[in-house]
T-cell receptor, first 119, second 114 residues
Framework: AQKITQTQPGMFVQEKEAVTLDCTYD???????LFWYKQPSSGEMIFLIY??????QNATEGRYSLNFQKARKSANLVISASQLGDSAMYFC????????????????FGQGTILTVHP | NAGVTQTPKFQVLKTGQSMTLQCAQD?????MYWYRQDPGMGLRLIYY???????DKGEVPNGYNVSRLNKREFSLRLESAAPSQTSVYFC?????????????FGPGTRLTVT
């Protein structure tokens, strides 16, 4: 069974500084994927970034980058130049292996990390 | 392009009542999912539909049924609501683009069962 662990219930960062949100995972599969989502206080789930297990380079999307260390089974999210609007809950999630056909796998979520950005 | 839409946004039910949560996506995605999020927790998968005409149980399927009406629509039904089903329900759809995956969520339905 897959498991996602986010050990930081809450994190604080100063505006314009970088912050790293931790995510470790456990799986016996060779093919998997890792997502990060942002959930602001309004409640919607916003897709941030995706990393496939076979991707050799770390994924980047604007100010978001994923520090993927496969041997350590970690997929930390790095947010550069934090903004006040980054204050939210952040979830790490893992996709099950691609099962072929049109099945893209289910997601298992971590417990989340609440990020607070101070001015 | 509306993405993933859900109705209703809010609902209050009495124990034992039934209701159907509706979800639709206009991105031509094959796979659709229903998750629930309890306070302070991550999302847990209730049911999913890998493609039109198929549905499968997720982690917490008890007390729910689903219907994949067509490629666009995936509904979640509570036959006899219980207070333990008080939660926020999210519908999602997924696609694979080249070597990456995208999974988009609807805005959620906040359900209270009294």
């Amino acid at each position: 069974a897959q498991k996602i662990t986010q050990t930081q219930p809450g994190m604080f960062v100063q505006e314009k500084e970088a912050v790293t949100l931790d995510c470790t995972y456990d799986t016996s599969d060779q093919s998997y994927g890792l997502f990060w989502y942002k959930q602001p206080s309004s409640g919607e789930m916003i897709f941030l970034i995706y990393q496939g297990s076979y991707d050799e380079q770390n994924a980047t999307e604007g100010r978001y980058s994923l520090n993927f260390q496969k041997a350590r089974k970690s997929a930390n999210l790095v947010i550069s130049a934090s903004q006040l609007g980054d204050s939210a809950m952040y979830f790490c999630a893992m996709r099950e292996p691609y099962a072929g056909g049109t099945s893209y796998g289910k997601l298992t979520f971590g417990q989340g990390t609440i990020l607070t950005v101070h001015p | 392009n509306a993405g993933v839409t859900q109705t209703p946004k809010f609902q209050v039910l009495k124990t034992g009542q039934s209701m159907t949560l509706q979800c639709a996506q206009d991105m031509n995605h094959n796979s659709m999912y229903w998750y629930r999020q309890d306070p302070g927790m991550g999302l847990r998968l209730i049911y999913y539909s890998a493609s039109e005409g198929t549905t499968d149980k997720g982690e917490v399927p008890n007390g729910y049924n689903v219907s994949r009406l067509n490629k666009r629509e995936f509904s979640l039904r509570l036959e006899s609501a219980a207070p333990s089903q008080t939660s926020v329900y999210f519908c999602a759809s997924t696609t694979r683009r080249d070597t990456t995956y995208e999974q988009y969520f609807g805005p959620g339905t906040r359900l209270t069962v009294t």
